[in-house]
Each structure stands twice: as C-alpha cells, then as structure tokens.
C-alpha cells in the first residue's frame, strides 16, 4: 500500500520560505507525475504544482515563479520550495499523483503552513 508523508510546514511571516518534502513510499515513485495540492480553510483542495515523470513542471498561475517543485526519484521524495509567501498561501498541503493522469493514492495527513500578515 502506498504511503505518503508531507512535512516542513509551518508558520511563516509573509515574505518568508519554506520547503516541504512528501516521501512516498510502496510505489514505482518515479514512473508517476506527482503534484502538490494545498487546501485553504473553507475551500476545495486544488492543484498547485505538478512535476511530470520526464522533470518538467507546470504551476498554478497564482505561485508561478514562487514556487518551485522537484523530485528525487532515489529518494522515493517530492518537494515544493515555496519563497516570497503570501497569506493567501496558508493551507494544508498535501502531495499525491497528479490526478488527470493517475488514479489518486490515498491522502496523507498533509502539513500545515500558516503565513501571517
């Protein structure tokens, strides 16, 4: 069965960074394209950031040049290096299969990141 488990988060100023790690494990990690979701208080969980199995990454238009997703395919890990943070940014995050292509794993606890004003 596979395993996911995000770390990293935090509370953070605004300006401020952070990097999460999501390590998989029990899977064939890197045929998958994996993808940061992040879910805002009140609201739908939403794709953020997504890393394909050949390394090229699209983002969501509002962390666009923010942030940065990367994967280490001998470490089973997938990161999201998130700079100049916003409190719009506040959520929970959670890593898993980029849905439009895979079938989901079941969902981590996610890590909480909080960026105050």
């Known amino acids: 069965q596979v395993q996911l488990v995000e770390s990293g988060g935090g509370l953070v100023q605004a300006g401020g960074s952070l990097r999460l790690s999501c390590a998989v494990s029990?899977?064939?990690?890197?045929?998958?394209?994996m993808a940061w979701y992040r879910q805002a208080p009140g609201k739908q969980r939403e794709l953020i950031a997504c890393?394909?199995?050949?390394?090229?990454?699209k983002y969501k238009d509002s962390v666009k040049g923010r942030f940065t997703i990367s994967r280490d395919n001998s470490k089973n890990t997938v990161y999201l290096q998130m700079n100049a943070l916003k409190p719009k940014d506040t959520g929970v995050y959670y890593c898993?299969?980029?849905?439009?292509?895979?079938?989901?794993?079941?969902w981590g606890r996610g890590t909480q990141v909080t960026v105050s004003s």
């Open positions: 890393i394909f199995s050949d390394d090229t990454t």
């Open positions: 898993n299969v980029d849905m439009s292509s895979f079938r989901p794993h079941d």
């Open positions: 029990g899977s064939t990690f890197s045929v998958y394209n």
